[in-house]
């Protein structure tokens, strides 16, 4: 097996901080934790040819620790330097190595191995190092466990080169229990039973980066159809029939849309998928073994089609990071935006086929607009590509901007040179790079010769630039009162002199017609003068088609009259506006509370619905004080239930009561919230299955219903999943009625160990830091940003995010003001990219006080 892997090679390092070591023929260098740059950007002029055997012997108790081996293949340039190993286990336990079959004295510190150099030759080397493995990515459960690697991860499981320009190949040997089934990366090529299990032993893996190799192990149930290979763990029957064949032929229809568009074929061994329960995130595109969350698949008959499509998206997604992060890698992961971006903005285009009924320019609009500006409009926004000094904080570089301002800037690159110029440039660019390294400047050079747009100038403001464009108009009018001249000004949110090139249309709205153009910005003022003639409108809709990226002007009168508009994608970009307007400060509250009301009484559309009950419930949690709460709640639900006893469709209704079941909170609401679960009221055409009566269930008890206590009783009795049941466990401490309980349940949090289902804690934090409960909870506010610096350095990298947003996020009185400004205050030297997710996620908290302040 070994010369499976042929010759290999080893490996140089250094840089800056606390360590220093020197050996006979190594001058002093000072190491740094992580993996810093500059040690990175030495180490790939210094190795190749690298490739890892892997043996683990995993045990049944998830309590035992890993043993494992690393015989490790290297091609040295050189010998200057001591060879530099990443490895950052959760445990104290020092590795053996040798080299030549003779033991070797090391340096293990800083998180690294360090190899003397003179134990080294110019050349092939192998390194076989003894370890046992760490736990921090091991994501060990009671019978299964799974890997996560992303983004510096890897040096956490075993020692390394962590970095996505040192590609390597993977020889994995697993010994497991008998009746557990294994994924990875290659295919199983021999089993063999030993003392301690069956021991699997995998083919040599495609070349990859240390952030895409994984293994799955555990109780797994198997579904196979032609090539593709499922592991799960649902036992739903129903959701098992409904989802087994979409979700194969789903993949399928994404890989044969990527294979024509792209005109490369798959490019490794096999693509196979586990869904995993309560996984990290929605999926992660590791070569061969794609990870899915099980939630996210396994749908049943009362699915919307929001959830349909959206699990379409996230198979296209994944399937689209084969080509876009697999077969083509970031060099440093300061572009990981890049991989991202190609693979929402291609699963964007895989959907549209397999969905001929949705509007797709209305799904892309509510995909991805609200979420971008969401941290676009906030203190702590940055731009697409961000600066990365060090893979340790790689993890703060993830979130909206990456995955939803990066698509509408792509689209907005796509209209530049055209969809087949830019298809090609794309050809081109992975065939040039295929199986290697590349960086934004090198896509951009690429398409720069499709096109007479500069493009490095073009994208210096889209991509290395943070904010958005506020735009404002005028209109002059002749004597006839026709439009004499309209221009259209943009202006840099931040106050920057920033201009973003973009393309998107505008209509005149009349009595009986309307009137739509295209316009094209590349200017801080531009003349319209397309629209010179028409007659005075009575009404304007700008960014119509939802092309354009920024705030709009909205007059009131549309503003309330917006569910008049015909056209579904103009009728979203107003609302999506309102919105934007309304945070902003250019519209008022109650104005914009009283449109989305309308809207909620009128929509026809379910993708515009689901909109609007996002609003409603951001504007009066996050922008409403209490009285103002007491007027409005009776007239929202007045309205959804109204809507629940009409003969609304099943999808329509299914959107409501999303809406109703998160405000009926208390009078008859309550009540009848109540009675649903119980079953004693059945809404025609709305089609509940056992995870929603569960939902329903915690809401009653965070409602403090007075039968909490007898509600989640039987909410667990009728929960059949023991991973369901676990979470269920899990969540029901912070449901407590009990607020020392629910204090002593989140302060538990402060231990790494207590952490460990981030999901679960993501959503436990959420019912414990609910508006309703808000007058306790506010009491340990400052223990969750005492919290977030360690969070970011052991959570993964959607974790800190999660946390923000579900404890002080949540947030909008004085009070919790006051906690935020002492905490920064009394933390002038935390990570600035930290900071940054603090302020996105208390963008709300901070602007409700502006607004209240000024009220005054």
């Keep these: 097996m070994i010369n499976q892997l042929g010759a290999g090679r080893c490996i140089l390092v250094y840089f800056m901080s606390v360590l220093i070591w020197g050996c006979a023929n190594d001058t002093k260098r000072i190491i740094d934790h992580g993996v810093p740059f500059a040690l990175a950007k030495d180490r790939k002029q210094q190795v190749k040819s690298v490739s890892y055997e892997l043996d683990f012997i995993i045990p049944r108790d998830h309590s035992r620790p890993i043993e494992a081996k690393l015989i490790l293949n290297a091609t040295l340039v050189s010998t200057a330097q001591s060879l530099v190993l990443d490895f950052k286990p959760n445990h104290e336990h020092s590795v053996k190595v040798k080299i030549a079959g003779k033991d070797i004295a090391v340096k293990q510190n800083n998180e690294h191995i360090i190899i003397p150099n003179d134990k080294l030759q110019a050349g092939d080397n192998r390194i076989e190092i003894s370890f046992q493995a760490g736990d921090l990515s091991l994501n060990r459960n009671q019978d299964y466990l799974y890997t996560l690697l992303v983004p510096d991860r890897a040096r956490t499981l075993f020692p390394c080169f962590d970095q996505p320009d040192i590609k390597a190949k993977f020889l994995l040997h697993l010994t497991t229990p008998k009746d557990w089934k294994v994924l990875s990366s290659s295919s199983i090529v021999h089993r063999q039973e030993t003392a301690k299990g069956i021991k699997h032993s995998f083919a040599l893996s495609d070349l990859m980066s240390t952030y895409l190799f994984s293994f799955v192990t555990g109780i797994f149930k198997k579904e196979q159809r032609g090539n593709h290979l499922l592991l799960h763990r649902e036992t739903d029957s129903v959701k098992i029939g409904k989802s087994i064949d979409p979700i194969f032929k789903l993949h399928e229809e994404s890989l044969d849309y990527l294979e024509k568009y792209t005109t490369v074929d798959f490019p490794f061994q096999k693509f196979d998928f586990v869904a995993i329960p309560g996984f990290q995130y929605g999926g992660m595109e590791h070569i061969g073994a794609v990870q899915y969350r099980s939630s996210s698949l396994f749908l049943d008959q009362s699915a919307s089609t929001n959830q349909q499509l959206n699990r379409a998206k996230l198979i296209a997604h994944e399937t689209a990071h084969m080509w876009f992060g697999n077969l083509v890698t970031m060099k440093w992961f300061d572009d990981v935006w890049l991989k991202e971006v190609f693979a929402n903005f291609m699963a964007d285009k895989i959907v549209n086929p397999s969905f001929p009924e949705v509007n797709h320019q209305l799904q892309f609009l509510l995909g991805h607009y609200p979420a971008a500006y969401s941290v676009d409009r906030t203190q702590g926004t940055h731009p697409i590509k961000q600066p990365l000094e060090n893979l340790n904080n790689a993890g703060t570089l993830y979130g909206r901007i990456i995955y939803d301002k990066a698509p509408i800037m792509m689209r907005q690159l796509e209209l530049v040179l055209g969809k087949s110029q830019f298809k090609q440039g794309l050809q081109d660019y992975l065939k040039k790079y295929a199986h290697s390294n590349a960086s934004w400047h090198d896509l951009i050079s690429i398409l720069d010769g499709y096109t007479d747009e500069d493009l490095h100038r073009w994208s210096e403001t889209w991509v290395n630039q943070s904010s958005r464009p506020i735009f404002s108009y005028q209109i002059k009018l002749n004597k006839e009162d026709r439009i004499a001249a309209f221009s259209l000004s943009q202006k840099a949110e931040d106050g920057s002199d920033k201009v973003w090139p973009q393309k998107f249309s505008i209509k005149l709205i009349y009595k009986d017609s309307v009137v739509e153009k295209m316009v094209e910005l590349d200017d801080k003022k531009v003349k319209l003068k397309v629209f010179n003639g028409y007659s005075r409108p009575n009404d304007i809709i700008f960014n119509s088609d939802g092309l354009g990226y920024g705030v709009f002007p909205m007059s009131k009168q549309l503003t309330l009259k917006n569910y008049n508009v015909e056209n579904e994608v103009s009728r979203a970009q107003n609302y999506i506006n309102i919105f934007e307007n309304a945070v902003g400060g250019r519209l008022n ?78 009078g008859q609401d309550l009540n009848r919230l109540y009675n649903i679960w119980q079953k004693n009221i059945v809404i025609d055409n709305l089609e509940l299955n056992q995870d929603q009566y569960t939902q329903i269930a915690m809401n009653l008890a965070l409602y403090k219903h007075q039968n909490t206590e007898l509600i989640l009783k039987t909410a667990k009795q009728n929960i059949f999943n023991k991973d369901r049941l676990r979470r269920f466990e899990f969540i029901s401490s912070a449901l407590s009625p009990n607020n ?94 930290l900071v940054s997710k603090i302020l996105q996620a208390t963008d709300p908290l901070t602007r409700y006080q502006v607004i209240v302040s000024e009220s005054l």
């Design 589 to 666: 509250s109650q104005v914009v509370m009283q449109s989305f009301v309308n809207g909620l009484e009128n929509e026809k559309s379910e993708m515009v619905l689901y909109a609007i009950t996002s609003n409603v419930k951001n504007m009066f949690w996050h922008y409403l004080d209490q009285d103002q709460r007491n007027i409005w709640l009776p007239k929202i639900n007045k309205i959804l239930w109204d809507r629940l006893m009409s003969k609304s469709n099943s999808k329509l209704k299914k959107a409501i009561f999303g809406l109703y079941s998160s405000m009926a909170y208390k």
């Design 740 to 833: 020392e309980e629910r204090k002593a349940f989140f302060n538990a949090f402060s231990e790494e160990k207590n952490r460990a289902r981030e999901n679960w804690v993501a959503t436990a934090c959420y019912y414990i830091h609910h508006p309703l409960r808000q007058k306790e909870a506010i009491e340990y506010l400052p223990l969750s940003l005492e919290l977030i610096d360690e969070i970011q350095r052991t959570g993964d990298i959607f974790f800190p995010t999660a946390w923000l947003n579900n404890t002080i996020g949540l947030y909008n009185s004085a009070e919790a003001k006051n906690i935020l400004d002492t905490f920064l205050e009394q933390h002038k030297n935390l990570n600035p990219q």
